[in-house]
């Protein structure tokens, strides 16, 4: 498979999940992937004419036993797909997964905005009220 094609279901793949697609190096085949907080592995692709494997391993110690079931799974028969091999260091990930997840959507929560329907703006208006919610999002009734 063409690198670019690769490095597109890289991104699809992304997209699905906390990893961010940081680097593609199409001479050496490499895709560099990382995820707050901390959590990065690369990925060597196969040259479709050499018919080698992939390759997953990382530069951070931290991070290198999680990566070991998809070791395994490269190793074992059978051609695997790029996406096979990062669903399944997703995967490895997961023991320690709900940690980052929970720092992830922390980061991205935004509080809902609350906006209030014309007609109770404009009683309140009439009642000399607040006409938006206090900045805590509760109303408490009196």
């Keep these: 498979m063409a690198f670019e094609a690769l ?69 074992s028969c059978g051609k695997k797909t790029l996406h096979e091999i990062l669903e399944k260091v997703f995967k490895s990930f997961r023991p320690g997964w709900k940690f980052i997840q929970s720092e992830l959507e922390e980061q991205r929560w935004q509080p809902p905005t609350c906006r209030l329907p014309l007609e109770i703006m404009e009683k309140r208006a009439k009642e000399g009220g607040p006409q938006t919610p206090p900045r805590s999002g509760l109303w408490f009734r009196s």
């Design 7 to 75: 490095a597109e279901a890289a991104e699809r793949w992304c997209a699905r999940t906390p990893f961010q697609l940081i680097a593609a190096e199409e001479t050496e085949r490499r895709m560099d992937f990382y995820a707050e907080p901390g959590v990065s592995f690369y990925v060597l692709c196969p040259d479709a004419a050499c018919g080698d494997n992939f390759h997953v391993w990382s530069e951070s110690e931290d991070c290198l036993p999680f990566l070991q079931l998809a070791q395994d799974y490269i190793s």
